[in-house]
C-alpha cells in the first residue's frame, strides 16, 4: 500500500481561501525548473463576490525595510506574476496541470481551483546573508513567495485577514559534467634566493554536495633558501551582491592549520580532508544560506550557476567557494605569505525522480514555520511582507 502524499495547507485569517501545496522546495534543473502547483480552496460566501488572485513573487532585499537613502529602495521585486483563479478564467480541467491537483479538486470539491506558474530562465536561487545575533530587521535575501488574496482587482491592496502568504524556495542541484578535478599552483621567488618555491594544491573532483569531505592534496618543493612553515587549508565562501552594491562577503567555512615545517632545498606532500558544514558556523555574521537559520536543515549556499545570456545584477548574489592553503615563508624581516586557491561548486546531490504516490488519498498538515527548512523565521508569517 503506498503512502499517502503530504499536502500543506494555509488559510487565511477570515477563512474566504485557503491554499493547498504539496511541495515548498523547487528544484532549477539548468535546462527547466520545476513549475510551482497548487490548489486554492475559496468561501463564496466570505469572498462576498470580489475576485481571488494567486500570485508567485521573487524579491531581492538588502537591509531593513526602513532604511531608504536618497529614495533609493532597499527591496526590489524581481519577478511578479499574478492571475485571477477566481472567478476562474477557463475551466478546470484546462487549468489542471497536476495529477496532485486533481487529486486535491477531487477531495476539496467544487470550490476547489488550480493554479500553476512557471519560473523564467533568468531568476536566481534562494539565498540569504546570515546575520549576527544582535542584529535586527530584514535579512540580505533573495526570497520567494506564493500568495493568494481577494480583491476587485489584482492591483488592489489586498487585505490580511483575507491574504494566505506561504514562502517557497527555489533551489539548485549539480548539473551532471565531465570536467577534470581542479588544481592550482604558484611558483615564488625570493630575494637572496637562487631557486624558487613551487607550491600546488589540486581536488580529486570539481563538484561536491554539502556534507560530502573535500579531499585536498598540498604539494610543496621548497628549492628556496628559505623555510617554510605554518601551512593552512581553508575552505572560503565568497559572496558577491551585485544588485544595488558591490559587497563582498569572503568567509572561512572551515579550516586545518599545522606547525607543518618545509626546511629550505626540501619536499612536501600531504593530504587533507575538510568538511564544510553549517553546524559548525551557525553565529558566523555574512555566511550565505540556502533559506534563513531557524530551522534545523538549513544548509550553506549552494554554488551560484550564471546561465548564458542572464545578467548577474538580475540574481541579487553569487555565491562561489573555494580552497585556499596558505604557507609562510620566514625572512629576515617577517614573514611572506605564498597562498593558492582553488575553486570547486558545493551543491545538492541530484536525486532520484520523483514518482508521485498512487494513493488516492492525501495527509493534510498545516504550512506552519517549523516546516520550512529555515525558510523564514519563528516570528514570520512571510519574508516578503510589503
Known amino acids: 500500500m503506498s503512502p499517502k502524499p503530504v499536502v500543506f495547507k494555509k488559510v487565511s485569517r477570515d477563512k474566504s481561501v485557503a491554499v493547498y501545496m504539496a511541495k515548498r522546495d523547487f528544484v532549477d534543473h539548468c535546462d527547466l525548473v520545476d513549475p510551482v502547483d497548487g490548489v486554492v480552496l475559496v468561501d463564496p460566501e466570505q469572498v462576498k463576490g470580489k475576485k481571488v488572485f494567486a500570485m508567485l513573487s521573487c524579491t531581492f532585499r538588502y537591509g531593513r525595510d526602513d532604511m531608504d537613502v536618497m529614495?533609493?529602495?532597499?527591496?526590489?521585486?524581481?519577478?511578479?506574476?499574478?492571475?485571477?483563479?477566481?472567478?476562474?478564467?477557463?475551466?478546470?480541467?484546462?487549468?489542471?496541470?497536476?495529477?496532485?491537483?486533481?487529486?486535491?479538486?477531487?477531495?476539496?470539491?467544487?470550490?476547489?481551483?488550480?493554479?500553476?506558474?512557471?519560473?523564467?530562465?533568468?531568476?536566481?536561487?534562494?539565498?540569504?546573508?546570515?546575520?549576527?545575533?544582535?542584529?535586527?530587521?530584514k535579512r540580505c535575501a533573495v526570497e520567494f513567495e506564493v500568495k493568494a488574496f481577494c480583491g476587485e482587482t489584482e492591483d488592489e491592496k489586498a487585505q490580511k485577514r483575507s491574504t494566505v502568504r506561504l514562502a517557497i524556495r527555489k533551489i539548485q542541484y549539480a548539473p551532471e559534467t565531465r570536467e577534470a578535478p581542479p588544481s592550482g599552483e604558484t611558483t615564488c621567488e625570493f630575494?637572496?634566493?637562487?631557486?624558487?618555491?613551487?607550491?600546488?594544491?589540486?581536488?580529486?573532483?570539481?563538484?561536491?554536495?554539502?556534507?560530502?569531505?573535500?579531499?585536498?592534496?598540498?604539494?610543496?618543493?621548497?628549492?628556496?633558501?628559505?623555510?617554510?612553515?605554518?601551512?593552512?587549508?581553508?575552505?572560503?565562501?565568497?559572496?558577491?551582491?551585485?544588485?544595488?552594491?558591490?559587497?563582498?562577503?569572503?568567509?572561512?567555512?572551515?579550516?586545518?592549520?599545522?606547525?607543518?615545517?618545509?626546511?629550505?632545498?626540501?619536499?612536501?606532500?600531504?593530504?587533507?580532508?575538510l568538511v564544510p558544514m553549517l553546524n559548525s558556523t551557525r553565529d558566523r555574521r555574512g555566511l550565505a544560506l540556502d533559506g534563513k537559520l531557524k530551522a534545523e536543515d538549513t544548509n550553506l549556499a549552494s554554488s551560484s550557476i550564471v546561465k548564458e545570456e542572464v545578467l548577474k545584477e538580475v540574481l541579487g548574489m553569487l555565491v562561489s567557494y573555494k580552497v585556499v592553503a596558505r604557507v609562510l615563508a620566514a625572512g629576515l624581516i617577517g614573514s611572506s605569505e605564498v597562498a593558492v586557491e582553488v575553486p570547486f561548486q558545493l551543491m545538492h546531490p541530484k536525486p532520484d525522480p520523483e514518482k508521485e504516490g498512487e494513493a488516492e488519498d492525501v495527509e493534510f498538515q498545516e504550512f506552519k514555520r517549523v516546516y520550512l527548512k529555515g525558510i523564514i523565521g519563528a516570528e514570520d508569517d512571510s519574508p516578503a511582507e510589503g
Open 71 to 137: 529614495g533609493i529602495s532597499f527591496r526590489r521585486d524581481i519577478f511578479l506574476c499574478t492571475r485571477q483563479v477566481y472567478p476562474p478564467l477557463e475551466d478546470k480541467d484546462r487549468s489542471t496541470h497536476t495529477k496532485m491537483q486533481e487529486k486535491l479538486i477531487r477531495k476539496l470539491g467544487a470550490d476547489a481551483y488550480p493554479f500553476f506558474f512557471e519560473f523564467p530562465d533568468n531568476l536566481p536561487c534562494s539565498v540569504c546573508i546570515q546575520p549576527s545575533p544582535n542584529d535586527v530587521g
Open 191 to 273: 630575494v637572496m634566493s637562487e631557486k624558487p618555491l613551487h607550491m600546488k594544491v589540486h581536488l580529486d573532483k570539481g563538484t561536491y554536495y554539502h556534507g560530502e569531505p573535500i579531499n585536498i592534496q598540498v604539494d610543496i618543493s621548497n628549492s628556496s633558501n628559505k623555510d617554510v612553515k605554518d601551512l593552512s587549508v581553508t575552505v572560503e565562501q565568497v559572496t558577491n551582491v551585485v544588485l544595488y552594491a558591490n559587497d563582498k562577503y569572503v568567509k572561512p567555512v572551515v579550516s586545518e592549520e599545522t606547525k607543518e615545517t618545509i626546511p629550505a632545498g626540501t619536499s612536501f606532500k600531504k593530504s587533507y580532508t
